[in-house]
C-alpha cells in the first residue's frame, strides 16, 4: 500500500511565523501535491510538482512555496503565517496522469 | 474558478436507503472522473471512477452514472450502511496537474 506520511497532524502557529509542513511518500511516485480542505470549499489545490525541482502553481499559490530536493518528499512552505491560512492541509502523490491520488492524513494548522 | 457542482451538500439516508450525490461540469476537458471517500480524521481515498467512454461503471455497492451529453455524473450507494457515513468528493482531471475536486458531501447513514 502507497504510504503518504505527512509530519504533523497538529500544528499551531502565531501570525508572521514561517511554517514547514512536511510530507513523504514511498512508492516512487512522480507526483506529489498540496491541498488545502476547508468547509464548503472542497479541495483547492496550492503547488504540485512532477519531479524533483520541478514546481507548479496551483489554483491558490499566494502565501506559499514548496521544496522538492527529494523525489520522495514535498515541503510546503508558509513563508509568513496569516490568519486565513489555518486549515487542513493534504499532501498526495500519484504515479502519473489519470492515476488516482493517495493522500496523507493531513496536516490542521491553527495560525492565532 | 469553479468548474464542478456538487450536490447536495449533506445528506442523511436510513441504513438500506440509496444515497445519490451528484456533480455536474462546465466543459468537455475531462478524461477521468473519481470520487474520494474521506473518514474523519483521514485524508480522502479512491472510492471508484469513470471515464467518460462508459455510461456505468459497478464497483460492489458503489456505482457511478455517468451522462456526457448533460455533463453530470453521479455516485449512488446501494443498501447503504452506517459504516459509509464520510465525506464525498467528486473529482475531474483533465491532466495530472488539472484534477478539480467538487465542494464536498456529507453523507450520514442512519441506524
Known amino acids: 500500500d502507497v504510504k503518504v506520511t505527512q509530519s504533523s497532524r497538529y500544528l499551531v502557529k502565531r501570525t508572521g511565523e514561517k511554517v514547514f509542513l512536511e510530507c513523504v511518500q514511498d512508492?516512487?511516485?512522480?507526483?506529489m501535491f498540496w491541498y488545502r480542505q476547508d468547509p464548503g470549499l472542497g479541495l483547492r489545490l496550492i503547488y504540485f510538482s512532477y519531479d524533483v525541482k520541478m514546481k507548479e502553481k496551483g489554483d491558490i499559490p499566494e502565501g506559499y512555496s514548496v521544496s522538492r530536493e527529494k523525489k520522495e518528499r514535498f515541503s510546503l512552505i508558509l513563508e509568513s503565517a496569516s490568519t486565513n491560512q489555518t486549515s487542513m492541509y493534504l499532501c498526495a502523490s500519484s504515479p502519473g496522469e489519470d492515476s488516482p491520488l493517495h493522500f496523507g492524513n493531513g496536516t490542521r494548522l491553527t495560525v492565532t | 474558478q469553479q468548474q464542478v457542482k456538487q450536490s447536495p451538500q449533506s445528506l442523511i439516508v436510513q441504513k438500506g436507503g440509496i444515497p445519490i450525490i451528484n456533480c455536474a461540469y462546465e466543459n468537455t476537458a475531462f478524461d477521468y472522473f473519481p470520487w474520494y471517500q474521506q473518514f474523519p480524521g483521514k485524508g480522502p481515498a479512491l472510492l471508484i471512477a469513470i471515464r467518460p467512454d462508459v455510461s456505468e461503471k459497478k464497483e460492489g455497492r458503489f456505482t457511478i452514472s455517468f451522462n456526457k451529453s448533460a455533463k453530470q455524473f453521479s455516485l449512488h450507494i446501494m443498501d447503504s450502511q452506517p459504516g459509509d457515513s464520510a465525506t464525498y468528493f467528486c473529482a475531474l482531471y483533465s491532466s495530472a496537474s488539472k484534477i478539480i475536486f467538487g465542494s464536498g458531501t456529507r453523507l450520514s447513514i442512519r441506524p
Open positions: 512508492m516512487d511516485h512522480e507526483n
